[in-house]
């Protein structure tokens, strides 16, 4: 599971936001913007449309995949 998403299904996920994932890291919260917007353009996170902002797809094999970097 992404840190700070809660599952609601095997591939979505719902963020938190990017203030309470930024004070849960103890980093700013431009910074958890930059990366989550680095997920999108990998597609790594893909919105789901129609729905509420924090809900997305989340390519589990990409993620692993950016993590053993």
């Known amino acids: ?15 938190l936001t990017t203030d309470e994932m930024a004070d849960i890291l103890g980093v700013t919260a431009e910074s958890v913007s930059r990366v989550i917007a680095e997920l ?7 919105p789901i449309k129609n729905n509420n902002e924090s809900l997305f797809t989340c390519d589990l094999e ?5 993590a053993q970097k």
């Open 62 to 66: 990409a993620l692993e995949k950016l």
């Open 40 to 46: 999108k353009r990998e597609s790594v996170l893909d």
């Open 1 to 15: 599971m992404v840190a700070g998403a809660v599952a609601t299904a095997p591939d979505v996920v719902e963020l």
